[in-house]
């Protein structure tokens, strides 16, 4: 390059697509993925009833009792409360066993050799980030290479060895391009349906059956579960997600009949109309999803009050690794 402002443009412009994507790659590697919280696990005295009573019948009402506070709704193939056996927890809602970690994972997305970690809801974001910055690493790579890599073919370039690590460059950015092209496009579909690699390839299931995308709230506010409120920390590798990872905000067309936390003027929505559906939260952090709507905890204790000894049916245990 012979022009002095040329060269200060790209040597600012590289630093920074390389500090921003050393920095989310690190995030992703580090960052250690979420765990359930104590209030998932069973309780001494349970695991010690489970290890001596083989029976369905104490198992039931074992689950039965440790998943009646929980917010979860999301239920096994054969409509079991989901229970991870290695773990000896309740799984939350999108949470599943990792074999390579050998620990349950909140909102897990997949296990990355690339980065050696478990993405889930504690680093989803800086996935997404890190995949971003990669992306437009190599096509400013591939950009600024490109005149010289015409050259090249054209025999514009001086007879020496430099010129073929021109064209190794080239194609090596090039390639690495379409390649993350696909796989940040893919995630993007992922952030804007609320689905996770692993519930695309199975929808989840809730007690009216499977419902794809009972997750999904709408694209501004699936956008805001990942990269939180704040826009100007959107694309800073920085932990903004929305929630604690445990539970989250469903917008299903049927009730769960075991959770008894919905008002009645709920109960007569359309077949067709959507709706926020009154989870339980552990923590108030929850509801920033629920701005329009009253308070996940508000609509418990109201409901509370009228609610006429409601039975949960009886909840099979169903490992899960």
């Given at each position: 390059m012979a022009n002095i402002g040329e060269k200060v443009v790209c040597l600012i412009a590289y630093h920074i697509f390389v500090m921003l994507f050393v920095w989310s790659y690190w995030k992703?590697?580090?960052?250690?993925?979420?765990?359930?919280?104590?209030?998932?696990?069973?309780?001494?005295?349970?695991?010690?009833?489970?290890?001596?009573?083989?029976?369905?019948?104490?198992?039931?009402?074992?689950?039965?009792?440790?998943?009646?506070?929980?917010?979860?709704?999301?239920?096994?193939?054969?409509?079991?409360?989901?229970y991870c056996?290695?773990?000896?927890?309740?799984?939350?809602?999108?949470?599943?066993?990792?074999?390579?970690c050998?620990?349950?994972?909140?909102?897990?997305?997949h296990h990355c050799p690339w980065v050696n970690n478990c993405v889930g809801f504690s680093n989803y974001k800086f996935f997404l980030l890190f995949l971003a910055y990669s992306l437009l690493y190599c096509l400013f790579i591939a950009a600024t290479d490109l005149q010289y890599f015409i050259k090249f073919w054209t025999n514009g370039l001086p007879d020496t060895q430099a010129k073929f690590?021109?064209?190794?460059?080239?194609?090596?950015?090039?390639?690495?391009?379409?390649?993350?092209?696909?796989?940040?496009?893919?995630?993007?579909?992922?952030?804007?349906?609320?689905?996770?690699?692993?519930?695309?390839?199975?929808?989840?299931?809730?007690?009216h059956g499977t419902d794809k995308n009972g997750f999904s709230l709408g694209f501004s506010k699936n956008l805001k579960q990942v990269f939180g409120d704040e826009k100007k920390y959107w694309l800073l590798p920085v932990f903004t997600s929305l929630?604690?990872?445990?539970?989250?905000?469903?917008?299903?067309?049927?009730?769960?009949?075991?959770?008894?936390?919905?008002?009645?003027?709920?109960?007569?929505?359309?077949?067709?109309?959507?709706?926020?559906?009154?989870?339980?939260?552990?923590?108030?952090?929850?509801?920033?999803?629920?701005t329009d709507t009253q308070s996940?905890?508000?609509?418990?204790?109201?409901?509370?009050?009228?609610?006429?000894g409601m039975s949960n049916p009886a909840l099979a245990m169903e490992n899960e690794t």
């Open positions: 992703t590697i580090f960052t250690l993925p979420m765990n359930p919280s104590k209030e998932f696990h069973l309780s001494y005295a349970d695991k010690e009833l489970l290890e001596r009573e083989p029976r369905g019948e104490v198992q039931q009402d074992v689950f039965r009792r440790a998943a009646k506070d929980l917010p979860i709704y999301t239920r096994t193939m054969s409509g079991a409360i989901r056996d290695r773990c000896q927890l309740v799984k939350p809602d999108r949470c599943h066993h990792c074999s390579v050998d620990k349950c994972i909140l909102k897990m997305d690590h021109i064209m190794f460059l080239f194609f090596a950015a090039t390639m690495f391009s379409v390649s993350l092209s696909s796989l940040f496009g893919y995630h993007c579909w992922l952030v804007s349906k609320n689905k996770s690699t692993l519930e695309a390839f199975r929808a989840p299931i809730f007690r929630g604690d990872g445990c539970s989250f905000p469903t917008c299903l067309v049927n009730q769960d009949a075991e959770q008894a936390s919905t008002p009645a003027g709920l109960n007569s929505t359309a077949k067709n109309e959507s709706h926020l559906f009154p989870a339980k939260p552990l923590r108030d952090s929850q509801s920033h999803l629920l996940w905890t508000e609509i418990s204790a109201n409901t509370e009050k009228g609610k006429v």
